[in-house]
């Protein structure tokens, strides 16, 4: 079952940025690359919680914002040698509006 | 060429190296991040071993460590990788038209790029019994190997060459019980790495061990001959063809039934010459590692760069780091020289050099000599620089005296407590314990990060470490303030050998270019750029938007070059700044107001209260720079929080003024000779706003008894009965660091206009992330002084520059809490 919602649009989301989706006690990273690709994590670093949207956004990464892990936007994993991944959820782009599968949200924060 | 498929679709490139050494398999490793499905990788090496650590083979020999640990890639990682792997095949023909190689058995394999990583050869002395049987080299685990045989039959062994390498193999025969004599051609041992007084200790301390020295004798022949008086074999008799003894030039002959040379090496060129290529002391290559056929590179000790073959693996690291670069068609990195180090590898011998130790016309040398505690250190110094440096005894500071040569620092400052190593040049603030040898596993290295020494000797064991970047990356030590680096880079020369450190002249900014911070500012100014993607594509940045080091740099370059002209990039600075609050550890932020010069009223303590009051704030802290720290306060609160407390920003989140921290001077003070509080909010006043390459804290004292603490700021004031002292460069972080004096002026308006000045050609030539301190510890304060003090035009004009960047400035929370800017940054979207 997906659960598909319209969440924002991709101009709300400064390039090489992210905003913080609220779905509930979840908090979820929207990012936005320079050539606007958007990635959905939730917003904690595996290593130590810090919140990855507060991050500087490079390339399809982020550098969390408390230890300088380097987190891969695409899988939510830590580029080596750091070791974790933060959970990623399907987002999709129509138009300039940006989706979140709100079903596999519920799923994964469950 | 079929550069066009670099994805893997279609056929893939072929690469074929020969030489399975610790470069050429460096080289595969950085070639694989970078473009892991580039190419078909086959490799021929001549020995019938992987990759192992050669540095690593006196510790075997030595009997502490086993063939085992030293083995780098197990034949694990070269399948996982996907490569062909050729052990024991020599490549003995080079067909450059067809493209291919070929092995003395006839294995051939095709290639499109070839990379020669042949090594060298150790140079045998071209006298008569050099075939003998019983005299070998010290080279590779064959050698090894020939060693440990001979000293469970043998029992004199001689060794031609009192090197660095020959005394290792001295000290690991005699560690297997051989009675050893080292024989030399030279005055004194180890002449290319250290002068006379600290070779003459280091044969003292080996003679104490049992070592025997013959110094000044030149080697005529090595004999056979199957007399007793020889010595002979313990139990077995020798062969007639296995060498006996040596003999010298002036007659004198002393038994040897192994015979080591180790006289030096000779880039192994042989391959390369046949095949045509331009060999000239080694194969020769360009800056990008390319030897004359352009689809043929070379790297190692068999590759002469700018007429040097270097033999020490942290240069060899960097050429395998560009030529990588260039494998992989990225073509941007250059190697261009380095500056090496020695240590040699023997148990209880603690000795250091680097540079040009010898001095020399211009050159001026400090001495330490304790012959009796068995200590000597040589400082050489040119034009107020450290250009080279010899330990012996004591060698606690020699990665310091090698990042102060390496980096070209002036030490003019320092000269005075040199000698006596970093700890005696205001070391205060984390000393810890700085002899990397005598602690153990299980004491804490870096206390940032809470990293042991024996989590850090696991990872370079393990994973077969180098660098202090690789150490960094592995196990975060030494990662965050920094101040554990001399310590780290120590257990990296005890544990991973000798010659560790990374050498390159200049430092890149980031992994994203090979510029430097100053290439960088200096090609904003020139070409008047405004904007990061310009400064990325006018420099050929190799990343699309940088990461996380750039581009905060870049950004504080723009702005500080071009004031009111090149925008702000919200997205290029730390969350901090963008969020104008201090990100807390579980997500929170801080709010610090700007109480000017620490002087408060009850009205902005009575907002202060309700605020916290208001917003649930959990701690309110008095904090070291006179102000209020309100913690916890949530992210979406903090533009109501602002616009609520009505007072500026303390930009205690910033690379920025912080405080401007006071005592109550002569208004109050029955001691106070000056208005120190008015003083500190004059200069807060001015300078509000102002961004920097780091934080800048100010203060001001009104009298020598000095309670605003001004000694360890960046600028700081105290108030005499006939005016004001400036002093500049205090820090009282990580390492405490005593502000210097600058000058003494009468007014409070030359305060203003010596401090601004001082600050303004700080923000306009530090390196992003340097202090005060190490801006000055980098250009002298006499630099300092010229600009400041002898040019009174020049003054004025840094200091109207100033004015004028922050004429320019807004005050941020004002911005955020009352004219909305940037208001997604602090609101979330629900869903």
Known sequence: MNNWIDILDVNDIPRLGARVVRHGELDIAVFRSADDEIFALEDRCPHKGGPLSQGIVHGKKVTCPLHNWNIELESGCAVAPDQGCAREFPVRVEGSRVWLDLAAVDRVAA | ?831
């Open chain 2, 1 to 831: 060429m079929d550069m066009s498929t670099p994805m893997g679709r279609g056929p893939r490139m072929k690469l074929v190296m020969v030489g399975n050494g610790m470069a050429g398999v460096r080289t595969l490793e950085e070639l694989l991040k970078l473009a892991p499905d580039l190419y078909d990788i086959t490799v021929f090496g001549a020995e019938p071993y992987p990759n192992y650590n050669r540095i690593l083979l006196s510790p075997v020999l030595a009997g502490e460590q086993t063939v085992d640990d030293i083995v780098l890639n197990p034949l694990d990682w070269y399948s996982e990788n996907a490569i062909t792997l050729h052990t024991g095949k020599k490549v003995v023909k080079i067909d450059r038209s067809a493209r291919f190689v070929e092995a003395e058995d006839g294995t051939r394999a095709e290639y499109d790029r070839l990379l020669l990583a042949t090594g060298s050869n150790p140079f045998m002395l071209p006298v008569p019994g050099a075939d003998l049987e019983g005299v070998i080299s010290f080279r590779d685990i064959a050698d090894v190997d020939a060693m440990i045989h001979a000293c469970s039959k043998y029992r004199h062994a001689v060794v031609i060459g009192g090197g660095l390498l020959g005394l290792e193999a001295a000290n690991g025969l005699m560690k297997r019980g051989m009675d050893v004599t080292v024989v030399h051609l030279a005055p004194w041992l180890m002449e290319r790495q250290l002068d006379e007084p600290a070779a003459r200790l280091l044969q003292q301390n080996l003679e104490a061990k049992g070592m025997k020295f013959l110094l000044q004798k030149q080697t005529a022949e090595l004999v056979s001959s199957p007399s007793p008086a020889s010595g002979g074999g313990v139990g077995e008799r020798a062969s007639e063809h296995r060498v006996t003894a040596i003999r010298f030039k002036d007659g004198d002959e002393v038994p040897a039934d192994l015979v080591v040379m180790a006289v030096g090496i000779r880039p192994n060129t042989e391959l390369a010459e046949s095949a045509g290529l331009h060999c000239n002391r080694g194969i020769v290559v360009n800056d990008t590692m390319q030897t004359f056929d352009p689809r043929i590179y070379s790297i190692g000790e068999c590759a002469a760069h700018r007429g040097i073959a270097y033999g020490l693996v942290a240069p060899l690291f960097e050429q395998a780091k560009v030529c990588a670069n260039h494998l992989a068609h990225y073509g941007i990195g250059r190697y261009e020289g380095s500056v090496t180090s020695t240590k040699l590898k023997v148990t209880g011998i603690d000795l250091f050099s680097a540079g040009d130790f010898t001095g020399g016309e211009g050159t001026e040398a400090i001495l330490y000599s304790d012959p009796i505690g068995g200590v000597y250190k040589k400082l050489v110094i040119k034009d107020n620089k450290l250009v080279g440096g010899v330990m012996y005894g004591d060698t606690v500071d020699g990665a310091w005296y090698f990042s102060l040569l390496r980096d070209g620092k002036n030490v003019s400052e320092l000269r005075d407590h040199l000698m006596f190593g970093q700890d005696h040049c205001g070391n205060l603030g984390h000393q810890g314990i700085n002899k990397a040898a005598s602690m153990t596993d299980d004491m804490e290295v870096c206390g940032c990060n809470g990293v042991c020494k024996g989590d850090i000797v696991k990872a370079i064991r393990e994973k077969g470490l180098f660098t202090l970047e690789d150490v960094r990356k592995h196990t975060k030590a030494s990662g965050s303030c920094g101040s554990c680096t001399g310590l780290v880079e120590q257990i990296l020369a005890v544990t991973a050998g000798g010659d560790y450190s990374a050498t390159p002249k200049t430092r890149s900014m980031c992994g994203c270019t090979d510029h430097t911070h100053e290439e960088a500012r200096a090609a904003i100014k020139q070409n008047k750029l405004l904007t990061i993607p310009q400064v990325m594509e006018f420099m050929e940045w190799r990343t699309p938007n940088g990461c996380a080091s750039c581009r905060p740099a870049l950004n504080y370059y723009l702005i500080s070059a071009w004031p009111g002209e090149a925008e702000d990039d919200p997205q290029s600075r730390f969350i901090n700044e963008r969020a104008h609050a201090n990100i807390q550890k579980d997500g929170t932020y801080s709010v610090i107001p700007r109480m000017w010069g620490g002087n408060t009223t009850p009205s902005e303590l009575r907002r202060i209260a309700t605020v916290a009051e208001k917003y649930n704030i959990p701690t309110v802290h008095v904090t070291g720079g006179q102000r209020i720290d309100l913690l916890g306060v949530k992210k979406e609160d903090l533009p109501k929080v602002w616009a609520d407390l009505d007072m500026p920003s303390g930009h205690a989140y910033g690379k920025a003024l912080r405080t401007v921290k006071t005592c109550v001077g002569a208004e109050w003070c029955r001691f106070g000779t000056q208005d120190s509080t008015r003083m500190g909010i004059d200069l807060e006043k001015a300078f509000f706003k102002m961004w920097a390459p780091h934080k800048v804290k100010l203060a001001v004292s009104g009298c020598p008894r000095n309670c605003a603490e001004v000694a360890i700021k960046d600028v700081g004031i105290i108030g005499v009965d006939s005016g004001w002292e400036i002093y500049v460069g205090g820090n009282g972080g990580i390492k405490t660091e005593v502000a210097q004096f600058l000058v003494k002026v009468k007014t409070p308006q030359e305060v203003l206009e010596y401090s601004g000045a001082f600050l303004q050609i700080y923000r306009e030539e530090a390196r992003y992330l340097d202090r005060t301190v190490h801006y000055i510890e980098r250009v002298g304060l006499d630099y300092v002084k010229k600009k400041i003090l002898d040019d009174a035009e020049g003054r004025r004009a840094l200091y109207e520059r100033l004015m004028f960047a922050l004429s320019v400035e807004r005050d941020p929370w004002v911005e955020r809490a009352r004219e909305g800017k940037l208001k997604h940054e602090f609101e979330t979207v629900a869903a």
